[in-house]
């Protein structure tokens, strides 16, 4: 007994002499990832290429488990396991305003011109200066911003004129800055889950609504709406977090691996929502649908009603106005 002992110590020994060899290396590390969206969409995929990334750049160190479609529970119940440790990270959106109201002002009406003008922001000074304390407070870490697609109108009649707004019963998400800007709008803003809407345009209770061009392609609302108005009112973005515990935990050089793949993930979104959209208009002009683009005046009163909205942000975020000003900076002169 004591020979095999004593032989099983010596290739023990002699394993940690070979080349390469670390037993932290054997262990592999398991990152849980919660999100709402399904399969398919920028959200979800940008979560699994986060996993292929880290896995390349960790050498098989580290194994993402990806829960999409919110099959670890709502928004806010993976949001709070996220910062209880629960699990590791989660992906979401604005959701996290209820933590620091800045958030809030990712999806701020009428900022953008483009998702180029965007990307530059979120790349940039505007997204640091959003996320200002907000590890301190919620115990997450924004890794990144990507976007889910621009807001657009869909509708049973063309919208051409300001006039065509007004009193248009449109359902919007149940989200004051939605139903604000809905309002200096001139519209009707029904708040409602997104689930009611088909149901309530075939009764007449709405008369259409505003979703990424994605969704809309997706659930063919151009069969019950088929006036697409390309407003791009709101720029929808997610991003990625992880909780800021376990995040310090790691090595310095993990921590680069976490940021470097953070960084081409959202990378790949934003070049697959560009790309996306393009298609998606080809989608609905193919399944008989209509797009229109706004004139300058129907522009310029959105662009008003939205500076309008932006009210909500001055008496919540303190550095409400530093973002605003920040973000107009990343447009292209004109």
Known sequence: MKRILALLVVMGLMCTMLPGFSPEAEAKVLIKIAGMKPEGEPETVGMHLFGKYLDELSKGKYEVQVFPNSQLGKEDAYIAATRKGIIQMC???TQTSALHPAMAMLETPMLFDNLD???RAME???FELINEGFTEKSGLRTLNAFPLGFRHFYTKKPLTTVTDLQGLRLRVPNIPLYTNFAKECGISGQPMPFAEVPGALD???IDGGDSPLADIVSLKMYEITPVITLSGHILVI???????KF???????DK???????????NDVWKMVAEGESKAKQDILANKGQINTPDKALRDHLVEAGKRSWKLFYDTVPNAQAILDSAHSYRNPQ
């Open 124 to 126: 940039g000074k505007t």
């Open 238 to 244: 997610h991003s990625l977090y992880i909780n800021e």
């Open 117 to 119: 003008h965007a990307r």
């Open 256 to 266: 680069q691996w976490i940021n470097e793949a953070a960084k081409r993930s959202a």
């Open 247 to 253: 995040y310090q935990s790691l090595p310095d050089e």
């Open 91 to 93: 992906a979401t959106g």
């Open 203 to 205: 009764q007449g209770v």
